[in-house]
């Protein structure tokens, strides 16, 4: 597993070539951001994860868990994942945008560039802590205030999930 890059592999270089090309500025690997994103665009507080199917347990062909030591690599890769959903939702509620990218996604070159465009364009979820929180806390006052009258529960926003 030393051997493993985590670092400069062909999904994450495919990505990063179609962002220059689109002359888009980023940073790479930012280390102060949990989960260390592989692209970040902080004039946009946008952020791209590129996975590999395998290590992070995508549903596709290249995501298969191996014949051997089927314990230690489900145990490790069911971590990878909620690892991997705790990052998001941290940096979803800090008010970036998150943009996950499979491997088997990079293949295709035309589909990724388009993907890319539309998350930079803001067609893909983006996340709205800061107007959730505030509607949630002026509701909560709502409700003090208005003691006499019948309580509404109100019902948590569902996250939509990514492509």
């Known amino acids: 597993m030393a051997r493993i890059r985590g670092k400069d592999t062909a999904p994450e270089l495919a990505v990063r070539r179609i962002l220059r090309r689109m002359g888009v500025r980023f940073r790479l690997h930012r280390k102060g951001l949990p989960g260390t994103p592989d692209v970040v665009l902080p004039r946009r507080k946008m952020i791209i994860f590129i996975h590999g199917c395998y290590w992070h347990g995508h549903g596709c062909s290249a995501g298969r868990l191996p014949k051997s ?20 939702r941290v940096l979803r509620h800090s008010g970036w945008s998150v943009l996950v990218l499979w491997e088997c996604q990079t293949r295709k070159i035309s589909k990724l560039e388009a993907r890319l465009k ?17 509607l949630c806390r002026s509701r909560a006052r709502h409700r003090r205030r208005s003691d006499a009258q019948e309580r509404v529960a109100v019902q948590p926003i569902p996250e939509r999930r990514d492509f």
Not at 69 to 88: H, Q, T
Not at 126 to 132: H, L, T, V
């Open 69 to 88: 030591r089927i314990e230690f690599w489900s145990a490790k890769i069911a971590g990878n994942r909620i690892r991997d959903a705790k990052n998001l």
């Open 118 to 134: 539309l998350f930079l364009a803001g067609g893909v979820r983006k996340a709205r802590p800061s107007s959730r929180s505030a």
